[in-house]
């Protein structure tokens, strides 16, 4: 799980520079935010400082969380003095003694005696003292053996023991275990830390100069409002603070892919080209930074309402005077303009803006959960997306897209006034396609062929009187799950959603499981809908098949192409649904033992037998690999339908 760990420097940074060293307090504002980091969980705050330890420590008053090192990172502890060798400490004795001759009657030079240093402060002395104290060092002690000599801004610190705050930091990052590092720091000798900053790490410098860091702000104050924006994303990070309820997403689908929107319009998941392949908005279980397609007027404001029109799955997100209609479209080669790279197979998601007015767009892919970087070029009439292992292009007429680089990703962002549009916009979200050109059939027309496959299913079904329009609208939601170029069936079409806020049981359901696929088919079996039960059995035919003759090496769960699926993995840069981490990508459900899994199966089996009548050649085929593989494993220790990951027959609580 990712560890921060966030390091600063004490004076010009917590606390302003003052002529009088002991009266260097930290800002209000700076104690109150390293307080707050330092009590998050897997967060790590430390003060780096010049200072010998004890000085720091009494000046700073900070609470024990906060990792205190003194002399440049020689003091690790209070009790570091006592650990000095004889030799290092005659070395520091005869150090104090030569720096002091050297300071003798230089007015303004002030010693700071430290465990393994000498401070030679030269802040209040006369420029020109000041220049012949700073020689005298450098000439004399300075070039001892022994001695380790470190610049700041006005001083210059010999010590017997060789280190810096580079190598205070890396002690620091090694203990912690930290996955990225944040250091801010003013002087020159914090450059000794900003060259350790590596990857994900970032330094701050404060003031001018030359530096290592890649940020910069003016004063300390600044500084101070930068832990405060940290403290505020690291809080959000960790326990997801603006998660949206996941009762309240609503589901798109063309039995291709599957996307997921927020009450307000704000398409959080979708995953391309399949539904258990990688997502390019994964802003569900990461945030904003994990990719999103924002669409929101441009005063803001609270929805109206969003529904499902009826008996499809589009879905129309309402404010005054903005309602947009999101709906995932069915690929057909019919009408891609010539030339176009849009091939079948491939989805595309339209979204259709109406009213007045001002709206606001925000398109940020991330593909891969966000874990490559893209380029996104406006280009004619759209965006395409570069840098991306497939084609995806944004088609929208009329929209002037300006590019924003985020932290080395790019997002676009637009502003489009409906009136001045003729009251309508539309945004076509291509994939598998760099292409930009118009398509060729009206776009009422493709709403009318996206919609009308649902509307004709739900009109065959045997629906009750009772929630009959509820009944419906679950049986939509499972059909939804249905991969029509295979038969599979999703047990979910997300991954990483916890069972309980903050748990740690977010396993990824993007995948076909025999048991749960089974159970889906039986549901709309009994609603009079065959087809989903029967391209399913056909599925399990061929994963029987690749079986070899040896259908008790079936696994519970398969890809949606019915094939075996690669190692779990978790992505620990995304923070999870309210925090609820960590992000799961496979399931090693996939090795258990479950021979529960056939029975409903067989059920279903039957349930279609009775309506139709029949059973056909592979569905027997089937049934009797199910019997074979149960008995030949009958006497080996299950995992149990609940996968707990425990030993096979081990007693366990439910998943």
Aim: one cysteine or more; hydrophobic letters at 40%.
């Amino acid at each position: 799980m990712p560890l921060l760990l966030v390091a600063c420097d004490y004076d010009g940074t917590l606390a302003p520079i003052v002529e009088d060293p002991t009266k260097a307090v930290p800002l209000h504002e700076s104690v109150a935010a390293i307080r707050a980091l330092a009590a998050l969980p897997q967060t790590t705050v430390a003060v780096v400082s010049g200072r010998a330890l004890r000085d720091l420590a009494t000046l700073s008053r900070l609470p024990s969380e906060v990792h205190l090192v003194g002399s440049h990172g020689s003091e690790f502890d209070v009790g570091f003095v006592e650990r000095l060798t004889p030799e290092l400490v005659e070395v520091r004795t005869r150090l104090g003694d030569d720096l002091r001759q050297i300071a003798h009657n230089r007015a303004g030079i002030r010693l700071e005696r430290k465990p393994a240093s000498v401070a030679v402060h030269l802040r209040g002395a006369d420029p020109q003292v000041a220049a012949e104290v700073l020689d005298a060092v450098r000439n004399g002690p300075a070039v001892w053996p022994e001695v380790t000599v470190t610049e700041g801004k006005e001083v210059i610190e010999l010590s017997v023991i060789p280190t810096d705050k580079g190598i205070a930091l890396d002690q620091l990052r090694t203990q912690m275990s930290a996955s990225a590092a944040l250091f801010i720091g003013d002087d020159v000798t914090d450059e000794n830390a900003f060259a350790k900053l590596h990857g994900p790490d970032v330094g701050i410098k404060i003031g001018p100069g030359d530096t290592q860091a890649d940020y910069r702000v003016d004063e300390p104050l600044d500084a101070a409002r930068v832990l405060g924006l940290l403290l505020d994303f690291r809080r959000a990070w960790l326990f997801g603070e603006r998660a949206v309820p996941i009762e309240r997403h609503s589901m798109l689908a063309n039995g291709r892919t599957v996307a997921l929107v927020t009450p307000e319009a704000k398409i959080t998941w979708l995953c391309h080209p399949k539904p258990d392949s990688s997502a390019i908005f994964a802003d569900l279980v990461g945030g904003s930074p994990a990719g999103h397609f924002s669409v929101a007027p441009a005063r803001g404001g609270i929805p109206l309402g969003q529904r499902y029109r009826p008996n499809t799955m589009t879905v129309e997100t309402r404010w005054s005077g903005l309602t947009v209609t999101d709906w995932l479209d069915r690929p057909s080669q019919d009408g891609v303009p010539s030339g176009s790279a849009v091939v079948a197979g491939d989805s595309t998601l339209i979204r259709v803006l109406t009213g007045s007015g001002q709206v606001r767009l925000e398109f940020v892919p991330r593909p891969e959960f966000g874990q490559v970087p893209v380029q996104l070029q406006p280009l004619g009439d759209g965006v395409l997306v570069l840098g991306s292992n497939e084609p995806v292009s944004l088609y929208a007429p009329g929209v002037e897209w300006e590019i924003h680089e985020d932290g080395g990703y790019e997002t676009a962002r637009a502003q489009v006034d409906l009136s001045a549009a003729g009251g309508s916009v539309t945004l076509e979200l291509r994939f598998g396609s760099h292409s930009l050109e118009h398509h060729r059939q009206p776009l009422p027309e493709r709403q009318a062929l996206a919609e009308q496959p649902w509307r004709d299913w739900v009109a065959g079904l045997d629906l009750p009187d009772t929630a009959r329009d509820l009944v419906a609208r679950s049986a939509l939601t499972l059909r939804g799950l249905c991969y029509e170029a295979t038969g599979a069936i999703l047990a979910a079409a997300t991954t990483s959603l916890p069972e309980e806020v903050g748990g740690v049981r977010n396993w990824d359901y993007r995948y076909c499981w025999l048991r749960d696929a089974a159970m889906t088919a039986r549901a709309l079996v009994d609603l009079g809908s065959l087809g989903e039960a029967e391209a399913f059995l056909r599925w399990v035919d061929g994963c029987v098949e690749r079986t070899g003759g040896h259908p008790e090496r079936l696994h519970p769960l398969y890809t949606v192409d019915g094939y075996e699926l690669g190692a779990e993995a978790v992505i620990d840069t995304l923070p999870g649904w309210a925090g609820s981490r960590p992000v799961r990508v496979g399931n090693l459900a996939n090795h258990q033992l479950q021979l529960d899994v056939f029975g409903p199966i067989a059920d279903l089996l039957a349930a279609v037998a009775d309506r139709r009548g029949a059973v056909r050649d592979e569905e027997w085929r089937v049934l009797e690999s199910m019997v074979e593989a149960v008995d030949r494993r009958w006497h080996e220790p299950d995992h149990g339908l609940w996968e707990a990951r425990l030993a096979p027959g081990t007693t366990s609580t439910p998943r």
